[in-house]
C-alpha cells in the first residue's frame, strides 16, 4: 500500500494538504521580504514545520474544535480557517486584522470566527489557557477538543507542567503538542531537557505521550487523529511531540550561521519536510512534476493579490489606540 494511502485521506484532501503546506512556505517567504524590505516589523517563520502542522491541523473538526497555537503555527492556522489576506493584515498591523487589529505583534495568530485564540509573547502561556478552554468543554458538556502547541525551549516552563498535571487529573479532552525543532532560539537540546524524549512526560501525568516524525506527512496525521478521536470519546489528553526542521534563523532578528555548524546548516534542505513531501506525492502518483509547478504558480498569484489587497487596508488610527485592547 502506497504511505500516504494509509492516512485513510482521499486523493483530493491528501492534494488539498500539500496546497496548503506549499501555501504556508510561500507565505512565509513574502513575509520575509515585507519585514526585509522594512514594509512589516518583524517575522517569525514557520519553515521546516509545514508538512507536521498540516498533517495535525488536519486531523480536528476546525468548525468546532479551538486551537491555541504558537507563533510558528501560521500553515495550521491556514487550516484552521485563516486566509494568507488575514495572515498579511496581521504582519503590516492593518485594523482589519482578525488577530489583534493591528495591536499584537506579527505572528501571533488569533481569529475569533475561526476558534483560534490568540497568544502572549510570554512563551507557553497558552498551556493553561488551553486547558481552561479543554476544562470549559467538559463542564458544559461541549464536544469540542482543544489543541494547543509551542516548541520544546518553552515547554520547560512551569505553567506547562501545571496544564499538562491539571489536563491529566481531570481527564480533559485535549491535546498537546511540542514542536521540537532542536533549538531554542541558540540553544540546543542537550541544554534544554535531560530526559531522552519530551514525549515521555505525558505518562508523567497520567496520559500517552508519543512521538512523531513531523515530516511524515501520514504518520503525523494518524497520530493526531488518534489523540483528536480519544479526547473526542472521553479518554482524556494526549502529549504529541511533533519532530521537525527548523530551517530559518530563530527570527528576523537573529542570523543562525552565527551558532549552527556548518554541517548542520548544510545538511539542513535534505530535512525538509516539503522537499520529501514532493518527492513522496511524485513516487506515489499523486501528482506529476508538472503539476507541482502549476499549483505553485497558482498559490504565488495568490499571494501577490492578497498582499496587494491587504496593503491597501487602513492603518489603525492613533485615536482608536485602545480599542481592542481592554473589554468595554
Ligand atoms: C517566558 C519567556 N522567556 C523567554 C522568552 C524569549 N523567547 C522567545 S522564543 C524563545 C525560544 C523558544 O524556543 P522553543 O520553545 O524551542 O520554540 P521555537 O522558537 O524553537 O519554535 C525564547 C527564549 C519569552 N518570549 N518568554
Ligand atoms: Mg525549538
Known amino acids: 500500500m502506497k504511505k500516504l494511502e494509509a492516512s485513510g485521506l482521499t486523493t483530493e484532501e491528501i492534494i488539498q494538504a500539500y496546497r496548503t503546506i506549499l501555501l504556508g512556505r510561500r507565505l512565509d517567504e513574502r513575509l520575509w521580504q ?17 508538512v507536521g502542522q498540516v498533517a495535525m491541523a488536519m486531523a480536528f473538526q476546525p468548525e468546532k474544535d479551538y486551537f491555541l497555537p504558537y507563533y510558528r503555527d501560521m500553515s495550521a492556522c491556514l487550516v484552521w480557517g485563516m486566509t494568507p489576506k488575514d495572515i498579511l493584515l496581521g504582519s503590516l498591523g492593518k485594523e482589519d486584522d482578525p488577530s489583534s487589529h493591528g495591536r499584537q505583534m506579527p505572528n501571533h495568530y488569533g481569529s475569533k470566527e475561526h ?8 512563551v507557553s502561556t497558552q498551556f493553561p ?33 501545571e496544564a499538562m498535571n491539571f489536563a491529566g487529573v481531570k481527564k480533559l479532552p485535549m491535546v498537546f503538542v511540542i514542536e521540537n525543532n532542536g533549538y531554542a532560539i541558540s540553544v540546543g537540546v542537550d541544554e534544554q531537557y535531560a530526559n531522552e524524549k519530551m514525549s515521555d512526560r505525558g505518562p508523567a501525568y497520567g496520559f500517552p505521550g508519543i512521538q512523531v516524525n513531523g515530516n511524515d506527512f501520514a504518520e503525523t496525521y494518524l ?9 473526542r470519546s472521553g479518554k482524556g489528553p494526549t502529549l504529541i511531540e511533533l519532530m521537525v526542521t527548523r530551517l530559518t534563523s530563530h527570527s528576523a532578528d537573529d542570523d543562525h ?4 555548524t556548518k554541517e548542520d546548516l548544510a545538511g539542513l534542505r535534505e530535512k525538509d519536510g516539503l522537499t520529501l513531501f514532493e518527492k513522496q506525492l511524485i513516487e506515489e502518483g499523486y501528482l506529476s512534476q508538472e503539476e507541482l ?9 495568490e499571494i501577490d493579490q492578497a ?5 491597501r487596508m487602513p492603518d489603525p488610527t492613533a485615536d482608536s489606540i485602545l480599542d481592542q485592547v481592554y473589554a468595554d
Do not use: P
Not at 550561521?257 to 549552527?260: N, P
Not at 498582499?307 to 496593503?311: G, K, L, P, V
Open 307 to 311: 498582499t496587494e489587497a491587504a496593503e
Open 129 to 161: 489557557l488551553a486547558t481552561g478552554v479543554a476544562y470549559g468543554a467538559q463542564l458544559k458538556k461541549a464536544d469540542y477538543v482543544t489543541l494547543t502547541a509551542t516548541g520544546e525551549g518553552a515547554a520547560n516552563q512551569g505553567e506547562v507542567q
Open 34 to 50: 515585507l519585514t526585509r524590505i522594512g514594509k512589516t516589523s518583524f517575522n517569525i517563520s514557520g519553515q521546516g514545520h509545514e
Open 223 to 231: 497520530a493526531f487523529k488518534k489523540a483528536a478521536d480519544n479526547a
Open 257 to 260: 550561521s552565527i551558532y549552527r
Open 115 to 122: 476558534n483560534i485564540v490568540s497568544h502572549s509573547s510570554t
Open 293 to 301: 509547478k502549476a499549483i505553485d504558480s497558482d498559490l504565488r498569484k
